[in-house]
């Protein structure tokens, strides 16, 4: 599998009242072709913002300030916008948290996933009628790949009409209508209901399998990541802390933050079993010291952690950022 | 929009119009003043007469009873004869009425024109030079008293560098039959294009007038909540899609944001009525407002009564309309 996302030392600052905040910094990661990455953290880890950037989507006062950003041979820092505009939605698409918000509530549907097309799509007919019937013939062929019951009737609607599971797959269905190379998919189930969660995320990895495209699932839920991703990459205030493939990190993670993580899930099978809460907080991100940022959490901190700690090799394809990843927990 | 929904409304119509009458009504009892004497002025008339035309008009009757006299006689769409015109009080309004609406209507697209794209680009550039000399200039134009805003345009355009007809709706040499009543649909109807030019050309001035302290207001509203949505997710997500600038801005963003700026106008198309009245005395505009000024000042009782109440009804109608509005902009609420 080739590289088709490749991040290097990637920063994003934020010029807040109270200092410059460093939401995201020095953020190294890669993307295979068609394959699934997990990205977790807490909320402030900074993944959202780390993929923000990478979709050219920092909004004021957050500014890109260093890194470079290669997408399928290309810098994305050094595009024009209009140039990054034609990348997004085309070869790296979006979906969003909460589909209710992310949909237009004063445009149909139907505007909604064609405008997408409208935008991108060089391949639609030159004629008025034939271009309407063909963006209608493709709109109503993702909303069927997507599972919406008869789709060619719920074009006209509103996204008000469509219950929260719908409309997540309405998101989705639009985020796919050019076939991007990458998804990037920021907690798509947060905002749904248990069992509607579990259809929407076999919905992304059917549609993966079958289109070939790679996808960053962005969530917190350790769960969700075990079953669908290839690989994981933990992120701990704006920073990396451990990455390598899905099952050697849930089952012998090395990073204290990874295991507090995963001491912190409760699980069924282990009733009665405490569930470990990390004591104290996320640092504040204005003016921190180059150390280790998870040292004042730590169980098993020392004096010498208080130092810039690199991403050290923690095993075949691995990578925690941690000088005791040699003492067991 | 449903039909229960108009007969609410017009059944909410009845307390509000019979309150208006009895407030009006008692105001001008409470004037002091008196029809007869300010309609025979210098003349001298014998007591007999002036008994005989106090009784012609009316007015020889206690307060109480012309209340009723007038309500029975307003429920059937009469509303007597105007005191100084001695022709039905509803033809006279009807005559000024035009004037009035097309002032109205040229002062709501020049603040509607004008305070939208102001109210977008100050959004878009917020901070920005233009955004607060937008705000400065709209606190100006919500401040500024109307007359004395009008007063200060005559001077500089009509006096100053004569570019402007002064007060009028027409030129005595332009004047054309009239068909509408709406001076800008009649001359062109006379096929009449310098007319209509010189209508417009007196219509300016009033019209700007009249719709700065609107102009003011619908470009605040239209820049906050143009702020408002441009923070939403769905213009977040029309960016990821790659959509182009435009379209993010106008269909997306600016369709929404113009939810609240048009039921604002609506509404706020009724506090022209009130406006009118300064502006058309300034600009000597024959219209409705002057009309109800020139009748106050002559204690013309009927005149004043059925202007009113036109005015209420107006008004009540201009807030059913932003309501109306307001769900055909927002597909999500149904009325």
């Not at chain 1, 072709?33 to 993929?51: A, D, I, M, N, Y």
């Not at chain 1, 907690?187 to 509607?196: H, S, W």
């Amino acid at each position: 599998m080739t590289v088709l996302l490749e991040v290097t030392s990637l920063r994003t600052e934020f010029a807040t009242r109270a200092g410059l905040v460093r939401a995201v910094d020095g953020v190294s990661l890669q993307v295979r072709r068609g394959e699934c990455l997990g990205v977790v953290g807490e909320s402030g880890s900074g993944k959202s913002v780390t993929f923000a950037s990478v979709m050219g989507l920092v909004r004021s006062p957050g500014k890109v300030v260093a890194g470079t950003i290669f997408f399928d041979g290309r810098d994305l820092r050094q595009l024009s916008p209009e140039e990054m505009r034609a990348i997004r939605g085309r070869d790296i698409a979006m979906t969003m948290q909460d589909a209710l918000t992310a949909l237009n509530p004063a445009l149909s549907v139907g505007e909604q996933m064609a405008e997408v097309m409208v935008a991108h799509d060089e391949t639609l007919p030159a004629g008025r009628a034939a271009r309407r019937a063909a963006i209608r013939e493709r709109s109503v062929e993702m909303l069927g790949l997507v599972g919406i019951p008869s789709p060619d009737t719920r074009l006209r609607q509103y996204p008000h009409e469509f219950s929260g599971g719908m409309r997540q797959r309405i998101m989705i269905a639009i985020a796919l209508t050019c076939r991007p190379k990458l998804l990037i998919t920021d907690e798509p189930t947060t905002a749904l209901d248990v069992t509607i969660q579990a259809q929407v995320l076999e919905l992304i990895s059917d549609i993966r399998a079958r289109l070939g495209m790679a996808v960053v699932l962005i969530t917190h839920d350790l769960g969700v990541v075990a079953e669908h991703c290839d690989r994981v990459m933990v992120m701990y205030a704006g920073q990396v802390v451990e990455e390598g493939p899905t099952s050697a990190v849930i089952g012998q993670p090395r990073h204290p933050y990874t295991r507090g993580l995963l001491a912190s899930i409760p699980r069924p099978a282990l009733r009665g079993h405490r569930i470990e809460p990390i004591m104290g907080q996320v640092p504040d991100l204005v003016g921190l010291p180059p150390q280790c940022r998870f040292h004042s959490r730590c169980p098993l901190a020392r004096p010498e952690c208080l130092v810039e700690v690199p991403m050290l090799p923690a095993g075949p394809g691995r990578q925690a950022r941690c000088l005791r990843l040699e003492e067991p927990a | 929009m449903s039909l229960g929904k108009l007969l609410e409304r017009i059944i909410q119509l009845i307390p509000v119009l019979l309150g208006v009458s009895l407030i009006v009504f008692v105001m001008m009892a409470l004037t002091p003043g008196d029809p007869v004497q300010i309609m025979v002025g210098e003349q001298s008339i014998t007591p007999e007469q002036e008994a005989e035309l106090r009784r012609n008009l009316g007015l020889d009757r206690p307060m109480v009873e012309r209340f009723f006299i007038f309500l029975a006689h307003a429920v059937q769409f009469d509303f007597g004869n105007s005191f100084y015109h001695g022709r039905p009080v509803a033809d006279v309004i009807a005559e000024r009425l035009p004037a009035t609406i097309e002032l109205s209507l040229v002062a709501l697209i020049v603040a509607l024109a004008t305070a939208i794209p102001l109210g977008v680009v100050a959004a878009i550039r917020k901070n920005s030079v233009l955004d607060r000399m937008a705000t400065v200039g709209s606190l100006l134009g919500v401040s500024l008293p109307g007359f004395w805003f009008g007063i200060l345009l005559i001077m500089l355009f009509a006096v100053h560098m004569q570019v402007l007809p002064v007060s009028g709706r027409i030129g005595y040499d332009n004047e054309v039959a009239a068909v509408t009543g709406f001076l800008l649909i009649d001359t062109l109807l006379a096929g009449d294009i310098g007319a209509f030019g010189d209508a417009l050309r007196h219509l300016l001035l009033p019209a700007i007038t009249l719709g700065l302290p609107m102009t003011a207001i619908l470009m605040r509203v239209t820049r906050s909540s143009m702020l408002e949505v441009m923070r939403q997710d769905y213009v977040t997500f029309a960016e990821a899609k790659g959509l182009p600038r435009r379209r993010v801005l106008y269909r997306h963003a600016l369709k929404n944001a113009l939810i609240p700026t048009v039921s604002v106008a609506a509404i706020e198309t009724g506090s022209l009525l009130g406006g009118n009245m300064i502006v058309e005395t300034v600009f000597g505009w024959p219209g409705l407002g002057r009309l109800v000024v020139e009748s106050i000042f002559l204690r013309n009782y009927p005149l004043i009564q059925a202007a009113v109440l036109l005015y209420a009804v107006t008004y009540v109608l201009l807030n059913f309309l932003a309501d109306i509005l307001y769900t055909v902009l927002n597909p999500r609420v149904k009325l």
